[in-house]
């Protein structure tokens, strides 16, 4: 079993942070460090296919689970990243309960949803222990991938619940920066309406016993996330901890 899931199972908060550096050795150092898990962000940073597979396969070096924020919703962009060995992926952008079950559909094996199903990376090019069983393999893979849509658009919160709900749906991770200009108020983290809305995502995961992420800026949030009943945080991303840890050590 990972620290991820170790800690998950033990009720301790697992930490990750956004990788846009890119490379295999950013890939590797970051699992290294320490991290329960590490995204690599194909929405926003750089990567084709083939690095991304490269990165996964640095991280699963070391202790981190390897997480794919992917581009968009389409299936294409799923089934690469599970196919290239992903633990987890991210959807940023989802607008609607139809959406979300378009991507189980695309996630989740037979009877969940209809992955296409082919000898990639993720089932050891066709030699994964429990292949013999096509239907078992396929339960556990079910199991053990997460598939965690974003809230960040008013659809996605306007029906959260049912996005939640749905069979297939591992969690939903938080995005808190465009979450808040979808609410008309850009990063008033503090505003009423916008404490409200985090609240009524932490209630559909707990009723549903589903998986709450979130980005954090900092420890000190992240702490008091899982103090609320978050069970995993993002925080940061590399670029920043790059050019922050240089500047303190410039002034030093």
């Keep these: 079993m990972s620290m991820f899931s170790r800690k998950l199972q033990e009720g301790q908060g697992v930490i990750g942070t956004f990788c846009h550096l890119g490379g295999a050795p950013v890939a590797e150092c970051l699992s290294l460090s320490g991290l329960d898990y590490v995204i690599i962000d ?16 640095a991280i699963q070096l070391h202790a981190a689970e390897p997480f794919v924020r992917v581009r968009d919703s389409s299936r294409a962009a799923v089934l690469h990243a599970l196919d290239l060995g992903a633990r987890g992926i991210i959807v940023p952008n989802v607008q609607s309960v139809e959406e979300a079950a378009s991507l189980v559909e695309y996630a989740k094996f037979y009877p969940r949803g209809s992955r296409g199903f082919a000898f990639s990376r993720s089932a050891s090019f066709g030699f994964a222990e429990g292949l013999g069983n096509i239907q078992e ?29 749905l069979d297939g749906i591992d969690g939903i991770f938080v995005g808190p920066y465009d979450l808040s200009v979808a609410l008309g108020m850009p990063a008033q983290f503090d505003a009423p309406a916008f404490r409200q809305a985090l609240e009524r995502v932490l209630n559909a995961c707990k009723s549903h016993g589903k998986l709450a992420f ?12 899982f103090e609320q009943g978050y069970q995993g945080a993002a925080i940061g991303v590399d670029t920043a901890f790059l050019v922050a840890g240089i500047k303190r050590m410039l002034s030093e």
């Design 42 to 57: 194909t929405e926003h940073g750089p990567f084709t296919e083939e690095s991304v597979g490269e990165m996964i396969r």
């Design 137 to 165: 393999y396929f339960n556990k893979t079910n199991e053990y991938t997460l598939l965690l849509p974003q809230c960040e658009t008013k659809g996605a919160l306007e029906s959260i619940e049912d996005i939640v709900a």
């Design 214 to 225: 979130l980005y954090a800026n900092s420890m000190a949030e992240a702490r008091r996330s």
